[in-house]
């Protein structure tokens, strides 16, 4: 059975750091992609950043470059993401998500992915 569990959400203030972590059980990183989203109340479900084949193979939605970090450590099969200078609009719960196809390769679209993960709340107060 496919798990992926999101943690390190929280309550910051404006400027601000988190990391969330996404841990995975039931598949390997080297059959998966795997990508954080995220969904604020009254708004769609968006890619926030997604993982390609490597570290340095990624996409983040414009609004968090500069600021956000995706990494990963395939020996504890957990993904990372590095949340710095957060902002309010940032405000939403964070999911993580599993596919076999390349996310960083259809702009890390929510849409269809294989497995999802419970989300962390993460709020940013100014």
Not at 8 to 19: C, E
Not at 95 to 118: H, I, M, P, R, S
Request: hydrophobic share 30%; aromatic share 12%.
């Amino acid at each position: 059975e496919v798990q992926l569990q999101a943690s390190g959400g929280g309550l910051v203030q404006t400027g601000g750091s988190l990391r969330l972590s996404c841990a995975a059980s039931g598949l390997t990183f080297d059959d998966y992609y795997i990508g954080w989203f995220r969904q604020a109340p009254g708004k769609d479900r968006e890619g926030v950043a997604c993982l390609g084949d490597s570290d340095r193979d990624t996409y983040y939605v414009d609004s968090v470059k500069g600021r956000f970090t995706i990494s990963s450590d395939n020996a504890k099969n957990e993904v990372y993401l590095q949340m710095n200078d957060l902002k309010s609009e940032d405000t939403a719960v964070y999911y993580c998500a599993a596919d076999q196809n390349d996310l960083t390769a259809v702009g890390c679209y929510y849409a269809g992915l294989d497995f999802w993960g419970k989300g962390t709340q993460v709020t940013v107060s100014s």
